[in-house]
C-alpha cells in the first residue's frame, strides 16, 4: 500500500491568501487527485493531477483558484488561492495506480479567518 | 460514474453484525464495488472491493447480487471503534481511472 504524507496538516490563514498543500507519496503511483472535504460533507474531487501537463478539473472547480502542479510520479502540490472563510474545509491528496485501490492522505484542514 | 445510494445514518450496539446496502442502479460492466470507512480528521481507508458475488476478508464482507445493481457491506461482530462513515463508491479497475465520486456515505453509531 501506498503511503502518503501531506503538508501541512493544518493551517489558519487570512483570507485574500493563498496556501499551498504538499502531497508526496513513497512510491510511484500512476494518478493523484485532489479532494475537498466541508465540514460534516462527503468528499468532492477537485481535479485529477496529472504529470507532466496541466490538472484536468471537476465541474465546479477552476485553475486560477486551485492550481495544481505534478512535477514527477510522487510529489503533487494544490494551491488554495485568494482564500475567503468559505475555502474552509479539509483537503484530501488520493493516489492509485492500475489494479489497486486509492489510497488517502490525512488531509490539511485549512482554516480561513 | 455510477451514482451510488446508501443510508444517511445507522445505529447498532457492540457485538451486533451490521449490513449496509448501497444501491447502484447505473453501474457499469466494468465498474467495481469499494468501500472505504473514514474516522473524524483522517482520510478514508479501503476496507473492501468486489466485482459479484462474495468477497470476504480479515474486516468484513461484500455480497453482490448477480445484477450487481446493490452491494451490501456486512460487518461482523462491532465494536465502538467501528464508529465511521462508510462509502460505497463505483468505478472502474484496471484501466488508470479511479476517479471516485463520493455518495453521502452512511454514518455508523455503535452504541455499548
Known amino acids: ?113 | 460514474l455510477a451514482k451510488t445510494t446508501q443510508p444517511i445514518s445507522m445505529d447498532s450496539y457492540e457485538g451486533q453484525e451490521v449490513n449496509i446496502t448501497c444501491s447502484h442502479n447505473n453501474i457499469a460492466t466494468n465498474d467495481y464495488i469499494t468501500w472505504y470507512q473514514q474516522f473524524p480528521s483522517q482520510g478514508p481507508r479501503f476496507i473492501i472491493q468486489g466485482y459479484k458475488t462474495k468477497v470476504t476478508n480479515e474486516v468484513a464482507s461484500l455480497f453482490i447480487p448477480a445484477d450487481r445493481k446493490s452491494s451490501t457491506l456486512s460487518l461482523p461482530r462491532v465494536s465502538l471503534s467501528d464508529t465511521a462513515v462508510y462509502y460505497c463508491l463505483v468505478g472502474p479497475r484496471g484501466s488508470g481511472t479511479y476517479k471516485y465520486i463520493f455518495g453521502t456515505g452512511t454514518r455508523l453509531k455503535v452504541l455499548a
Open chain 1, 1 to 113: 500500500s501506498a503511503v502518503i504524507s501531506q503538508k501541512p496538516s493544518r493551517d489558519i490563514c487570512q483570507r485574500g491568501t493563498s496556501l499551498t498543500i504538499q502531497c508526496q507519496v513513497d512510491s510511484q503511483v500512476t494518478m493523484m487527485f485532489w479532494y475537498r472535504q466541508q465540514p460534516g460533507q462527503s468528499l468532492t474531487l477537485i481535479a485529477t493531477a496529472n504529470q507532466g501537463s496541466e490538472a484536468t478539473y471537476e465541474s465546479g472547480f477552476v485553475i486560477d483558484k486551485f492550481p495544481i502542479s505534478r512535477p514527477n510520479l510522487t510529489f503533487s502540490t494544490l494551491t488554495v488561492s485568494n482564500m475567503s472563510p468559505e475555502d474552509s474545509s479539509i483537503y484530501l491528496c488520493s493516489v492509485a495506480d492500475m489494479n489497486t485501490e486509492a489510497f488517502f492522505g490525512q488531509g490539511t484542514r485549512l482554516t480561513v479567518v
